[in-house]
């Protein structure tokens, strides 16, 4: 008896190992039977099988969308994107199923609705996450095509909603990838860096299968209440206590003042399109001996540029109609002119320290800091601010120049900025 007793236990292991598949892409789960045999002196023969072709399946639908913060003459931005996968549990089977595949998409034109790209045949259960890769980029700045640089590659996030995929049900979620793009200077040449970001909302019950399931399908989430209440405006949340702007420093100090958690991960300085911010009028002394101090209110190097495939478009309907590229973005607060250009770029760390984008290899802390309701922050930058060229012939490096204005662009994730007036002053008095 005790010999039969291992038997049956050896044999139901062995079939019950065969629900715990192994995470990766997977559109669909493959049906395939295993069989245990077990041999004893005795000969007697056991054997258990089960079939992958019990596990329940229904239908998920993925859409996508993104809420863009747009540099300064961008007018375009097509990135390719690895399989999007999803995090799946049902008792004890737990999984990354592929969700939808590869494909390419002009982000431009995704602002205000989002679209459906796939609709996969897949197990069952309550999905808490999702996860993929932006794998190249191509930017129209200025009217040029300008590869883009990719920085952590992977994005990893958990779903807002319940989304639980019932057998034989349809449900969905909507991505929004939402990449920060950094324009910086090499030499001569401008080119840019990519910041991805993302948030996953699940779609929820009230809205029917029917309107979104089909591929090419469309929702206007901008007046849809379960995605537009995810958004975070900056300027009904961050105020901006003190700005001061010199050729050698940068100081904001911000303040929290709403209600909501709040990201910055980058700033702006943003010029009239102007012969008088270049730097043959202007010429400044490098050398800073001065000690500054702040008193807190409250307590690799870049990925080179990979060449893209040819470029086709998602398109806005079934029909295969192109997409309106830069639509404006009706959730972003900023008011940043078509006249302006961007003198310079920094990034916010989520230590609290600004630096310029040719820094981010030497630092390892993550870009984005967030401010809980009430809570300060100095954003402090001593050095000589590295500027971009002129987008005005004979193209030369922009400066910032004592007496000037300029635009201070605050930016967050998922196309939120603030933008404040800033006179630029002498660091000498």
Request: aromatic share 6%.
């Amino acid at each position: 008896m005790a010999v039969i007793g291992i038997l049956v236990a050896a044999a139901i292991i062995g079939g019950i190992s065969v629900l715990n598949l192994p995470p990766g892409p997977s559109t669909t789960i493959t049906s395939h039977e295993t069989t245990t045999d077990i041999i004893v002196s005795t000969s007697t023969k056991t054997s258990t099988r089960i079939s992958n072709s019990t596990i329940e399946k229904g239908t998920l639908v993925t859409q996508i969308t993104d809420l863009l913060n747009l540099p300064a003459g961008v007018t375009h931005v097509y990135a390719s994107y690895s399989d999007i996968e999803v995090h799946t549990k049902v008792g004890n089977f737990s999984a990354w199923l592929s969700a939808a595949p590869p494909g390419i998409a002009d982000l431009t034109g995704l602002s205000n609705r989002s679209r459906t790209i796939a609709a996969s045949n897949i197990a069952s259960g309550t999905i808490d996450s999702v996860r993929f890769s932006i794998t190249s980029a191509l930017i129209t700045f200025h009217g040029n095509n300008v590869s883009a640089g990719i920085q952590s590659q992977l994005v990893t996030v958990p779903i807002t909603g319940r989304l639980a995929l019932e057998p034989n049900g349809t449900s969905g979620f909507v991505l929004d990838i939402a990449p920060t793009i950094i324009p910086t200077q090499t030499g001569n040449v401008t080119y840019m860096e990519l910041y991805p970001y993302a948030k996953a909302i699940a779609i929820p019950s009230s809205v029917p299968s029917s309107v979104y399931a089909e591929i090419g399908s469309l929702l206007e989430i901008n007046s849809q209440p379960w995605f537009t209440s995810t958004i975070v405006r900056l300027a009904d949340n961050v105020t901006i206590v003190e700005e001061l702007l010199t050729p050698i420093s940068l100081l904001l100090l911000v303040n929290n003042t709403g209600n909501s958690n709040v990201t910055i991960n980058g700033i702006s300085i943003l010029s009239a399109n102007s012969p008088y911010t270049t730097l043959e009028t202007s010429t400044i002394v490098e050398t800073v001996t001065t000690v500054t101090t702040i008193t807190q209110i409250a307590t690799p190097t870049f990925a080179q540029a990979k060449s893209m495939p040819a470029i086709s478009q998602i398109s806005d309907n079934a029909n295969g109609a192109a997409m309106n590229a830069g639509t404006p973005n009706p959730n972003s607060d900023s008011g940043v002119p078509s006249s302006y250009q961007t003198v310079a770029t920094f990034l916010v760390l989520s230590n609290k320290q600004l630096i310029q984008p040719s820094s981010i290899g030497q630092n390892g802390s993550k870009i984005g800091l967030t401010l809980a309701p009430g809570e300060n922050a100095s954003l402090v930058y001593i050095g000589k601010i590295a500027t971009l060229n002129s987008i005005i012939p004979p193209y030369p490096p922009l400066s910032i120049i004592p007496g000037q204005p300029y635009l201070l662009s605050i930016e967050g994730p998922f196309g939120q900025s603030e933008d404040i007036n800033v006179t630029a002053i002498s660091p000498f008095g």
